[in-house]
């Protein structure tokens, strides 16, 4: 890899890290520093050009040195535009569906690139479409006009910009860019630890595409430990961020004897204890999170690593609950008790995938 593109890799993670630290400048970064678990944008005014990957840039499990090297500069460019981690790994992921991370000169039509984009839908010229830091530009630039992108699934995200014939196809490379994004950033010699807030690595995403409902320890229920997230019976429960299922559990009883209810059937709000089906997943850096009353026995299991996206069960109305919905916990410090709890909705907010429904 090119000393130019370690070097822009290095500048925007570093910058980030001081941005939770509070030292950051506006030197080289824009903007005030911020403080742990704030929300910070990143965006880059150094003049130069980023350079292309070089050829001899290592290969990274199944991927060529030139795949790694076009997703390394996928990812540079998007640091260098200040656009949020999410962003990286949808602009990755597709692609990776589009052309592998092989920068074609030809394919579908008039087809050119990383992107696949057209000419002759406003993309640019062939020549233009071949230069892998000029795609990826035009991608997050039409990715950033797309309202609520942050809060999509990557599916939808990546057809918002792309229009493709098959836009399913893009679910698949979630996993696989989100790792080879964490990947490429680590070439440089530096963790992607702290990307969107202090102890937290990232891309994340909203578990639910849903408004807030019941919200964090309100008067009304001091003992609620996380949010309601008001989703329909058998929408797709999706992990939060990357890690490793650490709990797959029934968790329903009765709340007079403690007898066991079971989560073959809907809970109640007075007669059931308990958070029906759920889920844990242990991140990097002590953090948990929680998926309560899935409707069907979870897709996953215990000591399974999952990738942010990856689909773990689905919303029903198992436990302590009046009806479907998903309750969702954030933890710390690998605390998975009451006393390790956050609000989710200012900690998700700072992860760049605020919860609640597209703005």
């Not at 979870?298 to 302590?320: D, I």
């Given at each position: 890899?090119?000393?130019?593109?370690?070097?822009?890799?290095?500048?925007?993670?570093?910058?980030?890290?001081?941005?939770?630290?509070?030292?950051?400048?506006?030197?080289i970064?824009?903007?005030?520093?911020?403080?742990?678990?704030?929300?910070?944008?990143?965006?880059?005014?150094?003049?130069?050009?980023l350079?292309?990957?070089?050829?001899?840039?290592?290969?990274?499990?199944?991927?060529?040195?030139?795949?790694?090297?076009?997703?390394?500069?996928?990812?540079?460019?998007?640091?260098?535009?200040?656009?949020?981690?999410?962003?990286?790994?949808?602009?990755?992921?597709?692609?990776?569906?589009?052309?592998?991370?092989?920068?074609?000169?030809?394919?579908?039509?008039?087809?050119?690139?990383?992107?696949?984009?057209?000419?002759?839908?406003?993309w640019?010229?062939?020549?233009k479409?071949?230069?892998?830091?000029?795609?990826?530009?035009?991608?997050?630039?039409?990715?950033?006009?797309?309202?609520?992108?942050?809060?999509?699934?990557?599916?939808?995200?990546?057809q918002?910009?792309?229009v493709?014939?098959?836009?399913?196809?893009?679910?698949?490379?979630?996993?696989?860019a989100?790792?080879?994004?964490?990947?490429?950033a680590?070439?440089?010699?530096?963790?992607?630890e702290?990307?969107?807030?202090?102890?937290?690595?990232?891309?994340?995403?909203?578990?639910?595409?849903?408004?807030?409902?019941?919200?964090?320890?309100?008067?009304?229920?001091?003992?609620?430990?996380?949010?309601?997230?008001?989703?329909?019976?058998?929408?797709?429960?999706?992990a939060?961020?990357?890690?490793?299922?650490?709990?797959?559990?029934?968790?329903?009883v009765?709340a007079?004897?403690?007898?066991?209810?079971?989560?073959?059937?809907?809970?109640?709000?007075?007669l059931?204890?308990g958070?029906?089906?759920?889920?844990?997943?242990?991140?990097?850096?002590?953090?948990?999170?929680?998926?309560?009353?899935?409707?069907?026995p979870?897709?996953?299991?215990v000591?399974?690593?999952v990738a942010?996206?990856?689909?773990?069960?689905?919303?029903?109305?198992?436990?302590?609950?009046s009806?479907?919905?998903?309750?969702?916990?954030?933890?710390?410090?690998?605390?998975?008790?009451?006393?390790?709890?956050?609000?989710p909705?200012?900690?998700?907010?700072?992860?760049?995938?605020?919860?609640?429904?597209?703005?």
């Amino acid at each position: 890899m090119t000393t130019r593109l370690l070097s822009w890799i290095a500048i925007a993670v570093a910058g980030v890290l001081l941005l939770c630290s509070g030292l950051a400048t506006t030197l080289i970064f824009g903007g005030g520093a911020g403080a742990c678990g704030m929300t910070g944008s990143v965006t880059a005014t150094a003049s130069s050009a980023l350079g292309a990957a070089p050829d001899g840039t290592a290969p990274i499990g199944d991927w060529s040195a030139e795949q790694v090297g076009n997703a390394a500069t996928i990812t540079a460019v998007g640091m260098h535009l200040g656009v949020p981690p999410r962003g990286w790994v949808i602009a990755v992921a597709t692609a990776m569906q589009e052309s592998s991370l092989i920068n074609t000169p030809g394919g579908d039509r008039d087809s050119v690139g990383l992107f696949q984009q057209r000419p002759s839908q406003g993309w640019g010229t062939p020549e233009k479409l071949q230069d892998p830091r000029y795609t990826a530009t035009k991608f997050y630039q039409r990715l950033q006009t797309v309202d609520g992108w942050q809060a999509m699934p990557l599916t939808e995200a990546a057809q918002a910009v792309q229009v493709s014939a098959f836009p399913d196809a893009y679910a698949k490379w979630e996993g696989p860019a989100t790792r080879l994004v964490t990947a490429t950033a680590g070439t440089a010699g530096l963790s992607t630890e702290g990307l969107a807030v202090c102890g937290a690595t990232g891309p994340w995403t909203q578990p639910v595409l849903a408004p807030v409902g019941s919200g964090f320890r309100s008067s009304d229920r001091p003992g609620h430990d996380g949010v309601d997230l008001s989703a329909p019976r058998g929408t797709v429960i999706r992990a939060a961020s990357a890690g490793t299922v650490r709990t797959v559990r029934c968790n329903a009883v009765h709340a007079d004897t403690g007898a066991e209810w079971g989560c073959d059937r809907d809970g109640d709000p007075v007669l059931t204890r308990g958070c029906g089906w759920y889920v844990d997943i242990a991140h990097a850096g002590g953090l948990l999170t929680r998926y309560c009353h899935m409707d069907q026995p979870p897709m996953v299991a215990v000591g399974q690593p999952v990738a942010a996206g990856q689909p773990l069960g689905v919303v029903g109305s198992t436990g302590h609950s009046s009806g479907p919905h998903l309750h969702y916990e954030v933890h710390q410090s690998g605390d998975a008790s009451p006393n390790g709890a956050i609000d989710p909705v200012p900690f998700m907010a700072a992860q760049n995938a605020p919860l609640g429904t597209r703005p």
